[in-house]
């Protein structure tokens, strides 16, 4: 079973960027797609962005296209999001999740990092 530990949230000012961490333990996470997933209070937990285990293909929202970059370092077992150019409607609770081996949903998620923005 991986754990999943977020870091990285805070709270930023409108045009700011944070980055966002992902450590995995218990188990490598070379094999496995990632993404990132968010909760606003009041809304619906909704996709970010995706990577797959070999960080070649990459899927972003609409709402984040151009502004957010996925990333992954597979030898340290982190996944990483860079949020650029936030705006108060990026804030929300943001999750990190493994999905499952040949499967379109995610199995493992973290406890969530709390990202703030000022405006």
Do not use: H
């Not at 754990?3 to 218990?26: F, I, P, T, W």
């Not at 970010?48 to 992954?72: E, L, P, Q």
């Not at 650029?84 to 499952?100: H, I, K, M, T, W």
């Amino acid at each position: 079973q991986v754990q999943l530990v977020e870091s990285g949230g805070g709270l930023a000012q409108a045009g700011g960027s944070l980055r966002l961490s992902c450590a995995a333990s218990g188990r490598t996470i070379s094999s496995y797609a990632m993404g990132w997933f968010r909760q606003a209070p009041g809304k619906e937990r909704e996709f970010v962005a995706s990577i797959s285990w070999s960080a070649g293909t990459t899927y972003y929202a609409d709402s984040v296209k151009g502004r957010f970059t996925i990333s992954r370092d597979n030898a340290k077992n982190t996944v990483y999001l860079q949020m650029n150019s936030l705006n108060p409607e990026d804030a929300a609770v943001y999750y990190c999740a493994q999905r499952r081996l040949g499967a379109a949903e995610y199995g493992s998620w973290g406890q969530g990092t709390q990202v703030t923005v000022s405006s």
